[in-house]
């Protein structure tokens, strides 16, 4: 089972809403990651976790906001968004064990609209 | 310069014929790498990890030349289902990872 799931499908917020982005796996992964994706772009690098710690931060603005919870979820805090922060947010998982190490598996996606 | 570089494509192809992608990398701390395959409005969909021995999964066989600095993806006999965005990602250890620009495959009847 390699699924990572993620909440809402779809989210449409003005600039000055504050929502959450939420992703979850449940096949022991110890790294998570964000990534935004913009049509016709590949995906983006925003965050890595590795084992629940914070590891990589792409200089991505502070209106944006992850957080680990535990080994499992994923969060991304959301405030003060722009219209061209619009795009495909993707998480990921890896396992960082056995063979399959960095191999990342993606979750479906949140479609975020910014009014 | 791009830490990746993809093939920009489009690949338009007949079924059965058969297709390669490829992409260079700068980083040559690079330490793993994979071929994605993403339908429009999907997320990305791993297809293939590469090694340096090569592996093969059916009618895809992937490369990596460490040498070189690329990799490579085959594909045979296309099939219509085949059509979509084909992304390499190249990772170091630190999990940072990089995508091509991805290259779009359109298989035809």
């Known amino acids: 089972d390699t699924e990572v799931t993620q909440t809402p499908k779809h989210l449409v917020m003005g600039m000055t809403n504050k929502k959450s982005l939420k992703c979850e796996q449940h096949?022991?992964?110890?790294?998570m990651y964000w990534y935004k994706q913009k049509a016709k772009k590949p995906p983006e690098l925003m965050f890595v976790?590795?084992?629940?710690?914070?590891?990589i931060n792409e200089s991505v603005p502070s209106r944006f906001s992850p957080e680990c919870p535990n080994s499992s979820l994923l969060n991304l805090h959301l405030h003060a968004l722009q219209p061209e922060d619009s795009a495909l947010y993707l998480c990921?998982?890896?396992?960082?064990?056995?063979?399959?190490?960095?191999?990342?598996?993606f979750g479906p996606g949140t479609r975020l609209l910014v009014l | 310069r791009k830490e990746v570089e993809q093939d920009p494509g489009p690949f338009n192809v007949p079924e059965g014929a058969t297709v390669a992608f490829n992409c260079t990398y700068s980083n040559s701390a690079s330490q793993s790498f994979f071929w994605y395959r993403q339908d429009c409005r999907k997320e990305p969909k791993l297809l293939m990890s590469?090694?340096?021995s090569g592996n093969e999964d059916g009618r895809f066989t992937a490369q990596l030349n460490r040498a070189s600095q690329y990799i490579s993806l085959l594909i045979r006999d296309s099939k219509l289902s085949d059509s979509a965005t084909y992304l390499c990602a190249v990772n170091t250890n630190a999990g940072k990872s990089t995508f091509g620009d991805g290259t779009t495959l359109t298989v035809k009847p």
């Open positions: 096949m022991g992964h110890r790294a």
């Open positions: 990921a998982s890896s396992p960082l064990s056995g063979g399959r190490g960095w191999t990342q598996y």
């Open positions: 976790y590795s084992y629940e710690k914070l590891s």
């Open positions: 590469v090694y340096s």
